[in-house]
């Protein structure tokens, strides 16, 4: 039964990821926050159980929620018990380390640390990199630039925003694109 209730929301969840990027963000929003205390024991059971694909397909949602709607300690506690869950394990099969990589470097932008959010993100786009695919890096990298300017590491930021511009116009990421001209003058 808790399986049941656990892939529901979370599919729930991953349907509602398209809506959180266009016109109908509003309303997806409410419809999350409606369910969230389900989507919380979903994603926790998800977690416990090994059930890794209906989360995998939630993640983006949770994440672009959690962002927009200030839920700081949601998203914290959220990709943290992912990133527990997986780290440290020295047998993580290539999906494995994409997915604990997709969990570092969201961690890292409800981390209030400016050095604990760019060393969460490297390590996330590290394993991103080695394991994952170029579509997969847009949006990390271009998270990477922007706490490389709070850093005041403009050189190394402009690097890493004309990267991040390069991957999202080769895959098409048209969301990405407008995030990266939005906080960067290209």
């Not at 656990?6 to 369910?35: C, F, H, M, T, W």
């Not at 590290?126 to 994952?132: E, K, V």
């Not at 390069?166 to 990421?173: K, N, P």
Request: charged share 25%.
């Amino acid at each position: 039964m808790r399986d049941a209730h656990s892939a529901y929301y979370l599919n729930a969840l991953a349907d509602r990821e398209a809506a959180l990027k266009g016109p109908r963000e509003v309303q997806a929003r409410d419809d999350i926050e409606y369910d969230l205390e389900n989507v919380r024991a979903a994603w926790f059971w998800a977690i416990t159980r090994g059930q890794w694909e209906p989360l995998d397909r939630a993640m983006e949602a949770l994440w672009r929620y959690a962002q927009a709607q200030h839920r700081r300690a949601d998203g914290r506690a959220a990709f943290q018990a992912v990133v527990d869950a997986l780290e440290g394990r020295a047998d993580l099969s290539p999906a494995e380390s994409v997915r604990l990589g997709s969990a570092l470097y969201r961690l890292a932008s409800f981390t209030d640390d400016l050095g604990q959010s760019q060393t969460l993100t490297e390590r996330g786009l590290d394993l991103l990199r080695a394991h994952g695919t170029p579509d997969q890096l847009a949006w990390p990298v271009m998270a990477l630039a922007v706490t490389l300017v709070q850093r005041g590491e403009l050189d190394r930021a402009q690097q890493m925003y004309d990267e991040s511009l390069a991957l999202a116009e080769a895959h098409g990421d048209q969301w990405t694109l407008a995030w990266v001209h939005r906080t960067w003058v290209c």
